[in-house]
């Protein structure tokens, strides 16, 4: 999943906007969009929309950001919305693998009163968003097999911290989350899940966009949260790789393939050996998807 795009839930039409964004995935928010007050109005919207939507072909991919589990919202959320068969939920304020489980069982217990099989939705964890999350982000490994990827988010944590922002004068992140940044694509490669670089709340802005997610790729995130239809061209095309960069992998894979033995092989004048290749693959992966 390339664009991930936020929609409140009780959006009304930008819920089918959203749909028509282009957007890989869409994300139906409950939570951090939605007033105390309209929780309630917006898990019907949500089952609403999902149960008209979900079974339609050739759609993005349909995931609802539920309430955390120190809300107390949790379960009212996942009992209106497991019935409308999301292909997955976004888990804000995630604290490690343990809460992975937690959550696990919780979509278990629904599953199986719908008659969906288990593990049919899939989790999103949000897993660098809290201080206690951000040293849990390493244990997600083998918590649950419904992960698809982590992701994390500075404005929670800034205000957490009390920080009086989180990006410098110049647009860039300041050091206690860069710090985050840093720590969800480290633990989503120890988790073996693609880290997905947060939103880019400045959304007039497509320059900066590109720049900021030009960087995620860079570093390693193969996807990106959105909040405005805007935004969605310009992440799909930074996380495409280009026909230069699979024709390069492609020559990599080959190269290997034809020297069997080598651990090491020169393309081109340079240097390539076995974790070339394991990016070479990884990169041919994300074309197939
Ligand atoms: N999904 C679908 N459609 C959206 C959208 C979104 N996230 N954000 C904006 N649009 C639509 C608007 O409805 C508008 O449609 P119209 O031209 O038919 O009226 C069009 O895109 C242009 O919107 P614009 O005027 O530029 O923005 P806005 O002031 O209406 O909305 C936000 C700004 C930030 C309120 C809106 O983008 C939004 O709700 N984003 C998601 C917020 C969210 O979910 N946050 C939680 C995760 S951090
Ligand atoms: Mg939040």
Same mark, same amino acid.
């Given at each position: 999943?390339?664009?991930?795009?936020?929609?409140?839930?009780?959006?009304?039409?930008?819920?089918?906007?959203?749909? $028509?964004?282009?957007? +890989?995935?869409?994300?139906?928010?409950?939570?951090?969009?939605?007033?105390?007050?309209?929780?309630?109005?917006?898990?019907?919207?949500?089952?609403?929309?999902?149960?008209?939507?979900?079974?339609?072909?050739?759609?993005?991919?349909?995931?609802?950001?539920?309430?955390?589990?120190?809300?107390?919202?949790?379960? @009212?959320?996942? +009992?209106?919305?497991?019935?409308?068969?999301?292909?997955?939920?976004?888990?804000?304020?995630?604290?490690?693998?343990?809460?992975?489980?937690?959550?696990?069982?919780?979509?278990?217990?629904?599953?199986?009163?719908?008659?969906?099989?288990?593990?049919?939705?899939?989790?999103? *964890?949000?897993?660098?968003?809290?201080? @206690?999350?951000?040293?849990?982000?390493?244990?997600?490994? +083998?918590?649950?097999?419904?992960?698809?990827?982590?992701?994390?988010?500075?404005?929670?944590?800034?205000?957490?911290?009390?920080?009086?922002?989180?990006?410098?004068?110049?647009?860039?992140?300041?050091?206690?989350?860069?710090?985050?940044?840093?720590?969800?694509?480290?633990? *989503?490669?120890?988790?073996?899940?693609?880290?997905?670089?947060?939103?880019?709340?400045?959304?007039?802005?497509?320059?900066?966009?590109?720049?900021?997610?030009?960087? @995620?790729?860079?570093?390693?995130?193969?996807?990106?949260? $959105?909040?405005?239809?805007?935004?969605?061209?310009?992440?799909?095309?930074?996380?495409?790789?280009?026909?230069?960069?699979? $024709?390069?992998?492609? $020559?990599?894979?080959?190269?290997?393939?034809?020297?069997?033995?080598?651990? *090491?092989?020169?393309?081109?004048?340079?240097?390539?050996?076995?974790?070339?290749?394991?990016?070479?693959?990884?990169?041919?992966?994300?074309?197939?998807?």
């Amino acid at each position: 999943m390339r664009s991930l795009l936020f929609v409140p839930a009780d959006g009304g039409n930008k819920l089918d906007k959203a749909m $028509a964004s282009g957007a +890989d995935a869409v994300i139906i928010d409950l939570e951090d969009s939605i007033a105390p007050e309209r929780k309630e109005a917006a898990r019907k919207a949500c089952f609403d929309f999902l149960k008209s939507n979900s079974g339609k072909a050739d759609r993005p991919r349909l995931l609802v950001r539920i309430n955390g589990l120190d809300t107390g919202m949790t379960d @009212a959320d996942l +009992d209106a919305i497991v019935p409308g068969k999301p292909d997955a939920v976004v888990f804000p304020k995630a604290e490690g693998g343990t809460s992975a489980v937690h959550l696990d069982a919780k979509l278990t217990a629904r599953e199986a009163v719908v008659g969906l099989p288990e593990g049919a939705i899939k989790v999103l *964890a949000q897993a660098v968003e809290s201080a @206690a999350g951000l040293f849990l982000a390493g244990t997600f490994k +083998d918590s649950s097999k419904r992960l698809i990827g982590m992701t994390w988010g500075p404005e929670d944590l800034s205000a957490e911290l009390g920080a009086e922002a989180n990006r410098d004068e110049h647009g860039l992140l300041t050091e206690p989350y860069r710090l985050a940044r840093n720590i969800c694509l480290y633990g *989503a490669a120890a988790a073996k899940l693609p880290a997905i670089e947060t939103v880019y709340v400045d959304f007039r802005n497509s320059e900066g966009l590109r720049r900021d997610t030009e960087m @995620a790729r860079r570093d390693g995130f193969t996807g990106r949260l $959105a909040i405005h239809p805007a935004q969605v061209a310009v992440i799909n095309e930074v996380f495409t790789p280009t026909p230069d960069q699979i $024709a390069k992998a492609k $020559a990599v894979i080959a190269a290997f393939a034809a020297n069997p033995g080598a651990g *090491a092989i020169g393309i081109g004048g340079k240097m390539f050996d076995r974790p070339h290749l394991v990016r070479a693959q990884a990169l041919l992966a994300r074309v197939a998807k």
